[in-house]
């Protein structure tokens, strides 16, 4: 039984390892031997996408980190978004873009293509890097499946089919025994979700409740500052007129 903490997370990554196995990202993966893609889906917390690239490069690891420009929950574009993401490049790891098909009922094949180069393009010009992998949001709730040439797609066949594939997606594994599953698979692509992985083995609801809480305490603050700076602005607008229909 997986108890999704740091010390459970590093204990896996040691045993993939002791197989013999080399842990890549994307854009290191080897042409031949046993490998893991170590994947990282960052769909609620920038925050928590940091402190697991910490700790994957403390393991002297490089992973492939996917990020949302689309997400509810998180901004990659602001100024705290682009710290985060330029830390975890820092770190040595690599970023991906993370792309959900919303809308995409109402686009044609050539539109959605233009879709997913600007998002890379945006992602690109905000970091100054070159991206490569890229990566759905929630495949198997989607309708949709596109293929997009130009870059690595994590769901394309070499990736997903010729190779096993392995998610913690929901906080779950899916498999009955992971390491045996990966024993039996030399080559897998394997997802790891940072907001499950904790210090301590966490409930979905109390993580789900600790991110409300870091996402709605910046939020509150700053409509607090702008309300503050609206009084002052008001108080000072009421002296000035005041002082003008003096005689």
């Known amino acids: 039984m997986i108890d999704f903490t740091y010390r459970t997370y590093l204990d896996l990554l040691q045993y993939i390892q002791n ?19 170590l994947r990282h889906d960052v769909d609620f917390s920038l925050t928590k996408a940091v402190e697991m690239a910490r700790i994957d490069h403390e393991a002297g690891l490089s992973s492939t980190f996917f990020f949302l ?40 094949s050539e539109q959605r293509q233009r879709r997913i180069s600007s998002q890379v393009a945006c992602l690109e010009e905000t970091l100054g890097v ?25 769901y394309s066949p070499p990736y997903f089919e010729d190779i096993a594939y392995v998610s ?16 039996h698979n030399p080559r897998t692509q394997m997802v790891i979700h940072p907001i499950w992985w904790n210090a301590e083995q966490r409930t979905r609801a109390y993580i789900f409740e600790a991110l409300s809480c870091a996402i709605h305490a910046p939020i509150r603050e700053s409509l607090q500052t702008e309300l503050g700076a609206m009084e002052e602005f008001l108080k000072a607008f009421a002296a000035s007129a005041c002082n003008k229909n003096r005689p």
Not at 136 to 148: A, C, D
């Open 19 to 37: 197989l013999g196995y080399r842990i890549v990202c994307f854009r290191d993966i080897p042409r031949s031997g046993a490998y893991v893609i």
């Open 69 to 108: 420009l689309t997400s509810p929950y998180y901004n990659a574009l602001s100024h705290m978004g682009r710290v985060h993401m330029s830390e975890i490049l820092a770190l040595g790891h690599e970023v991906g873009l993370h792309y959900d098909c919303d809308g995409f009922d109402r686009l044609s």
């Open 130 to 154: 070159q991206v490569k992998a890229i990566a759905q949001h929630k495949p198997g709730q989607s309708p949709f499946r596109e293929e997009f040439s130009s870059y690595l797609d994590a």
């Open 168 to 183: 913690d997606s929901r906080m779950m594994f899916r498999v009955p025994d992971l390491r045996a599953f990966l024993r």
